[in-house]
């Protein structure tokens, strides 16, 4: 069965290496270029995983988190990426959200690879 990925992240280069190599894999890849319209996006249709960059303009990463838990979505298949120094307090809200995985950029494909396939 093909698992479907959602991957929200503002940087195009970023956008265009998951999608190339998650697609060359076998998943189905829908791209989101920010937080704005995520939510609606996880609400409308299942995704086996979402990636999540959490620096991003207008809407973050926290702020689709907090909409997701708000309207009891589901986080537990979402893996937060980022290169964003968080401070210890973001760092614990980050726990507080029960994710997938939380990784520092630049992460390994390997490392988000095992992830998403299990």
């Known amino acids: 069965m093909t698992k479907n990925v959602l991957l ?12 190339s190599y998650l697609q060359l894999k076998g998943y189905q890849v829908k791209v989101l270029e920010s937080g704005v319209g995520a939510v609606d996006e996880v609400a409308s ?6 990636i999540l960059d959490l ?4 809407v973050s990463g926290f ?3 907090d909409e997701m838990v708000m309207k009891k979505l589901s986080t537990e298949n979402v893996i937060v990426l980022t290169a964003a120094d968080l401070s210890e307090k973001e760092q614990e809200k980050i726990k507080a ?15 988000i690879m095992a992830l998403i396939s299990c």
């Open 55 to 58: 620096a991003m303009p207008e």
């Open 97 to 111: 959200y029960k994710i997938k995985a939380f990784l520092e950029k630049p992460a390994e494909l390997s490392t």
């Open 45 to 50: 249709k299942t995704y086996d995983v979402i």
């Open 63 to 65: 702020e689709v988190l």
């Open 8 to 19: 929200i992240d503002d940087n195009q280069k970023i956008r265009e290496l998951f999608t």
